[in-house]
């Protein structure tokens, strides 16, 4: 996770870099009529269609409405905390209290790699993305989540444990309906986007770090849910923004001392 999380940082850092860079390139390259770009930025695009034509490009095509692309992305990069909403309270009730968690350690991250889309004027875009999403629950207590059971099943340790971190991840297909100002003196835009969300559970992991057991870690479904669905907002200027992820269905699935458990989150996000 910290190897894929690093690579990702890099990746944006390096795509305000190499737009510097291409700056005075892209003046030349301008008249390419090629159907295949290379668009870098606030985020990095690889694909072909309407948003992946240089600045020039979107210009010079500038009116000719609908417009699709379809492409790779490294985009929306969200990077946040994440609350357990426990029936409409923050407050874990005593059947959950088992999952108390560290608020400023208990976290969301997530990113798209791919995107498709229909822009249907210069303010208003449909797309579907598909990328990444980590909850990450750093848990107070020192228990164990077992793996392998028929509900979801703790043991309580005679362990201190420096790290016990209990995390979910999850493919993300989202559906954007992103809305857009013009472009100011800067060339940026205020977005503001919102739609529904779905997830495919790819594993979960219990992760715990102890001067007895050295580094653990355990992969299984730990009764996650193994499809999500719920709905999110985004509202940015430029590349950088805010997000709020909220998913309706339960968190934890055949395991009836979960039901009502559900996951909220937000936090910044870099790249529309």
Known sequence: MKRLLITAMICAAASGVFAQKTKTDTAKSSTDTSKYHISTGSTIKLGFGEDYHSRKD????????PK???GLTFSRFDLGLATLIDNGSFTLSPKNQFLNYRSWKTSNVGFDVF???VRFSDGFKVYLSGGFDWTLIRLRQNITILPNQPVLTYRQDDIQYSKNRFSSSYLRIPLS???????????????????PDAGLLLNG???QISKENGKQKIDDDYHFAKVRYGGFVRVG???????????VNDMFENSP??????NFSF???FGF
């Open 237 to 247: 200027y430029g590349g950088w923004g805010v997000f709020a992820k909220y998913y």
């Open 177 to 195: 309906f992103d809305f857009r100002t013009k472009e100011d003196e800067r060339g940026n835009r205020v977005h503001f986007v919102i739609g």
């Open 68 to 70: 699709a692309s379809i």
């Open 205 to 207: 992991r219990v992760k």
């Open 267 to 269: 936090g910044f996000t």
């Open 115 to 117: 995107q498709m889309g």
């Open 58 to 65: 979107s210009t010079r095509a500038h009116n000719i409405y």
């Open 257 to 262: 001392d979960q039901q009502g458990l559900k």
